[in-house]
Structures are given as C-alpha cells and as structure tokens.
C-alpha cells in the first residue's frame, strides 16, 4: 500500500520525545497509511539509536544543527506522497482524527495550510492561532489589554479560516509547498510559521484551524536545550528583523515595551489607590 501522507519530524536531542510522537503515531494511524520520516540535526544523545529499533522509517541524520526550516525541507525531499505533515517532535496524536483533517484538506482547493487544535498534558486547549502581527494590534493589547496580538485559539468547533497557525502541525500539498519554494532556511527557529503562511495568503489561498483534530503539544519541549526560559526571547529578535525588516521590528517592540512600561505603571498606582481606600476605610 502506497502511503497517502508523509509526516516529517525533525528532532535534536529529544529522543524519549521523538519516540514518543512516533509512538502515538503507529498507535492511532493504520498500518501503511504514513510514511515517517524523521531530520535528527546532529542530536548527542541516544537519538539515533534509540530510533534504528523502528522499522520502515526514514532516518536523515545531519551532520550539524541547521534548524527547524532546513530540516524540514531536507524532509521533505524525501517524502513520496502529495500531502506533507510537518511536525515537532514534542506532538502527541490522542486519536485518529489526523485522518479527517487530511481529507479535509484535500477536498478543499483553497485550503492551502491547515492545522489542528493543541491540547496541553492537561488536555485544555492551547493557544496555536496567531492574529495580524501588526503595530496596531501590538498597541490594542498592551496599551489596552484587548486581545489582538497573542496567539489564541478560536471557539468555534468549526473549522476557521485564520490569518496563521503555530508551525508545530502544518499540512501542505507537495506542489503547493514546491511552488512557494518551501520553508525560508533564514529562519533558524521561529517566525518560520509566519513566514510560511505569509507565502500561502500572497496566493490567495485560505489557512484553516480544523478543531475537530486534536493533538497534544509539550509546549517548547523541542527547543527547550537551545536556551534557558529567561533567555529564549533573545533568540526571537534576528527572526523578527528577519519577517517584519529591521525598522518595522524596532517599532513594533518599542511599543510592545512601552505597553508592558505602562501596564507596570498603572498596577502601581492602582495599588497605592487600593492602599488608600483600605487605611481611609480603617481610619474613619
């Protein structure tokens, strides 16, 4: 049986993670049904051993980290089906409704990316849609704390057309991915989603949330190693030059910064308002 869908995983040092989606893959697709295919960017640990016990997969093993972008077109060179599922490593499948979406996707000529709805270990729903990155929608939300800048995810059981979706599960057409020339190696790791979907609404095609396909994602268990918590954000900033340009990047976060500066300020003051009221209700 010929696969109908290739699913490329590109790992780097997360091997109990790694076998851990591939697992739940063998567990809930049928037999034959995906061809896996998995990028190891030079893992130290016991990646690759841990991975040979897996029969029928495909291993590329690279010989330095090239990142998440590079990795996943390297993937996708060796994949022999029309319909490409990039994956992180840290995705767990929970049933078989990856299957649904696939043939949503294909019966929809102007989908040309669509995702499923995250659930954290929790099993709450993950925020894996992104609005409009734009100053304006900065300033709503951290001049006014109106939710137009964060990812969200949105409430609707319906599959929703959205302006982007996280890069953690997309699926593509080989030749719709061949034609916007794959992911932007510039990007390293981050804003590769966002440029992805950028080629595909320059296209006029569409960018599906399908709710109804729910996998689990360990958030930031895939990039974890590459930086400690307090300083993964320094990593953003070359991606974001690279997406928004140098002068659009340093005014977007001048007022993601003065928003935060501003919020900090009325916290205070309305702390001290708080303490006010309190010392004139116990005096009189």
Same mark, same amino acid.
């Given at each position: ?10 790992? *780097?040092?997360?091997?109990?993670? #790694?076998?851990? =989606? ?37 291993? !590329? ?25 990039? @994956? ?11 299957? $649904? ?12 990316? !669509? ?19 734009? !100053? /304006? ?6 001049? /006014? ?17 959205? *302006? ?10 080989? $030749?719709? /991915? ?6 932007? $190696?510039?990007? /390293?790791?981050?804003? $590769?989603?966002?440029?992805? =979907? ?30 400690? &918590?307090? #300083? ?11 997406? &928004?340009?140098?002068?659009? &990047? ?6 993601? *910064? ?17 303490? @006010? ?8």
């Amino acid at each position: 049986m010929t696969p109908l869908l290739s699913i490329i995983i590109p790992t *780097w040092n997360t091997a109990l993670i #790694t076998k851990k =989606c591939i697992d739940s893959i063998l567990r809930f697709l049928p037999k034959d049904y995906a061809q896996i295919i998995i990028v190891d960017n030079a893992s130290t640990d016991n990646t690759k051993e841990l991975l040979s016990k897996y029969l029928n997969i495909v291993y !590329i093993q690279n010989h330095t980290n090239l990142g998440y972008s590079t990795a996943c077109n390297i993937g996708a060179k060796a994949a022999k089906t029309n319909s490409l599922l990039f @994956l992180n490593s840290d995705i767990e499948l929970i049933d078989s409704s990856l299957i $649904e979406m696939v043939n949503y996707y294909q019966n929809h000529v102007k989908c040309g990316l !669509i995702g499923p709805q995250f659930l954290n270990q929790d099993s709450s729903i993950q925020s894996s849609v992104f609005p409009p990155q734009t !100053i /304006f929608n900065a300033f709503r939300e951290y001049f /006014f704390k109106l939710d137009s800048f964060s990812k969200y995810y949105p409430i609707s059981k319906n599959p929703t057309s959205v *302006w982007a979706i996280s890069g953690g599960a997309v699926l593509v057409k080989s $030749e719709l /991915f061949t034609k916007i020339k794959g992911w932007d $190696e510039r990007y /390293f790791m981050y804003f $590769e989603d966002l440029d992805l =979907c950028r080629k595909i609404r320059n296209l006029n095609l569409h960018i599906f949330y399908y709710p109804n396909c729910r996998v689990i994602h360990c958030h930031g268990a895939s990039g974890s190693k590459l930086a400690n &918590h307090n #300083t993964q954000w320094r990593r953003l900033i070359p991606s974001s030059i690279t997406y &928004h340009g140098y002068v659009y &990047h340093k005014i977007l976060n001048l007022v993601i *910064w003065s928003g935060q500066k501003w919020q900090n300020t009325l916290n205070g003051f309305n702390k001290i308002k708080q303490q @006010l009221i309190l010392w004139i209700s116990n005096t009189f």
